[in-house]
């Protein structure tokens, strides 16, 4: 019997390699001040599988994905495509999704941290209360 894959698929595996290969500079930046549990001693991932989705950023400890969203996140498509995600990613796994504009990340990495920050303390006293 084979076992169902729900997090970091292998047939994702070169997919999410190449995400991150090939991270945008507002990911990158991201990633610089969250990796090595720099913001508040917790760990993320980078590009991690949900089921069918590749979150930006994941932190396993208080179910929080985060994305950075360009331009295609702002066309009719790209906001019911993200909606149907949300949806899913709450619903079938109890994910979080915070989202930032590229911009924001840039302009206003004070405000893009303590907003992840706030989200942390949420989720967690969340996940003690259940």
Known sequence: MKKEHRYNQPKQKKFRQGLRRGMTTAEIALWLMLRGKQLDSV?????????PFILDF????????IEVDGQGHFTEEG???????????WRKHGIRLLRFENKQI??????VLNDIR?????????????
């Not at 706030?118 to 259940?130: C, G, N, S, Y």
């Open 58 to 65: 994941y932190c396993p400890a208080a179910r929080l994905g």
């Open 106 to 111: 840039f302009e206003y990495p004070d405000f």
């Open 43 to 51: 760990k993320f991932r980078r590009q991690y599988g949900v089921g």
């Open 118 to 130: 706030q989200a942390l303390k949420e989720t967690k006293k969340e996940i003690e209360d259940r």
């Open 79 to 89: 906001i019911n495509y993200d909606q149907c995600r949300e949806e899913y990613l």
